[in-house]
């Protein structure tokens, strides 16, 4: 009989077992060590399917904070699931994702964050969202960012220990990013999540002038491990032109002669800075649910002030009997909307819902809200 229940302290490291034989191979980072919120131990949130007492299906789910303005959206992120070979095909992962809303919907959780866009998540909900610019960046376009004469005094550097502070300091200074503590950073950094899933290293700069970091980027890159993938910016903060400039450095300094670069629709400052280069216009990484529609906008409720306070009061949002239909309010009219147009409402810069044209003067105050982008230093 099969049992689906929380994974154990004890047990994290045969789940990490069981995701190395499906996504590793023997020259790769182990998981457990790549991806330390889900496998170290801790109060897992992670799930397990077990039958005759074995695991032989997994579940990683960690709980974030999302800070977006003033608001702190209580989200949950799932990734690294996997089952053993010979149990596929047998429901194993539809039920550990049943337990997962099950608990989720009990924790306050407003979105569930998904690494993947199988079947498995978008026939439950879970949809792809928001927008990104993803620049192609070359060596001739890198060579057109570097800095002219007066600002020489900027020094451009690998990233050292006695950075932490700064470098941590600068991620804390958006106002659209994953809460962490000073650890999670060091410890995110070093465990090379997202690189490691294309065989490649994380290689960590910093620009400072008068001897203050102002920017920081982290590029996974070639490193011990033969890989196919190109190099990509994981994370990159501070003065949008300075990280830049830092990034053509980076580029000379690694010879690396295409780079890419994936910038949530909302850094305007950047796109500025990389106007010129060439981009495809995509969606964010994964895909998303509104776990409580209600309880989402009541944590969004601060950032909605912040941005109108005045059209923040005069909208509501409550689900109809239908699960996938939800009634909005706007000055008092009910809209009825269905659940891909509220995620389009919210993430998606130029949504366009004919039903509710007569409020958009009121609604883009408001929407879409900014989205950190989630295959960056937080990916799990």
């Known amino acids: 009989m099969t049992e689906i229940r929380f994974v154990s302290n004890e047990e994290l490291r045969e789940a990490a077992a069981l995701s190395d034989s499906v996504f590793r191979d023997a020259e790769q980072t182990s998981m457990g060590v790549a991806f330390p919120h889900i496998f170290a131990a801790g109060s897992s949130h992670s799930v397990g399917a077990f039958e005759a007492g074995k695991m032989v299906a997994f579940m990683g789910l960690v709980p974030k904070i999302i800070q977006v303005g003033r608001s702190q959206l209580q989200v949950h992120a799932l990734g690294s699931v996997c089952t053993a070979p010979e149990f596929r095909g047998k429901g194993h992962a539809s039920l550990m994702l049943d337990y997962v809303y099950t608990f989720i919907k ?23 969202f928001g927008a990104l610019n993803h620049y ?21 550097r690998l990233f050292a220990a006695k950075d932490i502070f700064a470098l941590h300091q600068l991620l804390k200074n958006s106002s659209v990013r994953y809460e962490g503590s000073i650890h999670d950073t060091a410890q995110l950094i070093d465990s090379e999540a997202v690189a490691s899933n294309h065989r ?37 903060n501070g003065v949008a032109t300075v990280a830049v400039s830092l990034i053509s450095y980076v580029m000379k300094e690694l010879s690396i002669a295409q780079l890419h670069l994936c910038s949530p629709w909302h850094e305007d400052e950047l796109h500025k800075a990389l106007e010129g280069t060439s981009f495809t216009r995509n969606q964010n990484s994964g895909t998303i649910k509104i776990i409580d529609a209600a309880n989402f906008l009541e944590q969004l409720k601060p950032h909605l002030i912040e941005k109108n306070a005045d059209a923040a009061s005069v909208i509501n949002l409550v689900a109809s009997e239908d699960a996938l239909v939800f009634d909005l309010s706007v000055l008092g009219n009910i809209i009825q909307i269905s659940y891909d147009e509220l995620v389009a409402l919210i993430f ?25 982008y989630t295959a960056g230093l937080h990916y799990v």
């Open 200 to 236: 490649l290293n994380h290689k960590v700069y910093v620009a400072e002038l008068d001897g203050k970091v102002i920017a920081s980027v982290i590029v996974a890159a070639s490193g011990r491990l033969t890989s196919d993938s190109e190099p990509f910016v994981v994370e990159w």
């Open 348 to 372: 998606d810069p130029g949504a366009d819902i004919s039903s509710l044209k007569p409020y958009k003067s009121i609604l883009d105050t408001l929407f879409p809200i900014a989205f950190p």
């Open 136 to 156: 192609i960046i070359t060596a001739q376009d890198a060579m057109n960012y570097r800095q002219d004469d007066e600002v020489k005094r900027i020094n451009y």
């Open 106 to 128: 009990q924790t306050g959780t407003s979105l569930l964050l998904v690494s993947g866009d199988r079947s498995l998540y978008t026939r439950s909900g879970c949809t792809t």
